[in-house]
């Protein structure tokens, strides 16, 4: 079972909302990442969590704010969000940090 | 920063007809992966690739991994409609992020 799940699939949100984006895997993987992707470009790294600490920050906003409140669990909480943030968030899992990534199916986010 | 030169940029496809295509870097990978997304969905692990020289098939499809650890190809054969789709490769150095290529944009000739 290679599956990661992420929820909503869609999410509107008004800039001045607060909400959250949720992944879960259960292959005991203990790495975890978000990335962010616009159309037809590849996707972009926003954070990694290795062995549930996170381990890379590629200087995304702090209204971005991630957290992994166990080893199968992934959040990424939003906040003040700009319509420029509108995209499809990707939550990706692997072994560990040395190991090929595996992708949820998204949540298309956008911000009005 | 690091960067991957993916070729073509798009492609039409004919079904039954053979498709290729390639990443370069400038820079040695220790991993190589390819990638398949369908439109409104994540990325779907196509082919891992782990030593210089390696040859994997995984059905239709097979990727090599360069013997200079800098490029790698995949290539597939008949295909068929359900191909479509945008293709990245990956590359990764031990232990680092993804880089990945500007994706192959693979369409339906009508």
């Known amino acids: 079972d290679t599956e990661v799940t992420q929820t909503p699939k869609h999410l509107v949100m008004g800039m001045t909302n607060k909400k959250s984006l949720k992944c879960e895997q259960h292959m005991g993987h203990r790495a975890m990442y978000w990335y962010k992707q616009k159309a037809k470009k590849p996707p972009e790294l926003m954070f990694v969590?290795?062995?549930?600490?996170?381990?890379i920050n590629e200087s995304v906003p702090s209204r971005f704010s991630p957290e992994c409140p166990n080893s199968s669990l992934l959040n990424l909480h939003l906040h003040a969000l700009q319509p420029e943030d509108s995209a499809l968030y990707l939550c990706?899992?692997?072994?560990?940090?040395?190991?090929?990534?595996?992708f949820g199916p998204g949540t298309r986010l956008t911000v009005t | 920063g690091q960067q991957l030169n993916q070729s073509p940029q798009s492609m039409f496809i004919q079904e039954g007809e053979d498709v290729s295509m390639n990443c370069t870097s400038s820079s040695i990978f220790n991993t190589w992966l390819w990638y398949k997304q369908d439109p409104g969905e994540g990325p779907v692990l196509l082919i891992a690739?782990?030593?210089?020289?390696e040859l994997t098939s995984n059905g239709r499809l097979t990727a090599q991994f360069g013997i200079t650890r800098k490029d790698s190809f995949l290539n597939i054969s008949a295909s068929i409609p359900s191909d479509v789709g945008i293709y990245f490769c990956?590359?990764?150095?031990?232990?680092?992020?993804?880089?990945f290529g500007a994706g192959t944009i693979l369409r339906v000739k009508s």
């Open positions: 690739l782990y030593k210089a020289g």
């Open positions: 990706a899992s692997a072994v560990d940090p040395t190991y090929e990534q595996y």
């Open positions: 969590y290795s062995y549930e600490k996170l381990s």
């Open positions: 990956a590359g990764q150095q031990y232990g680092n992020k993804l880089v």
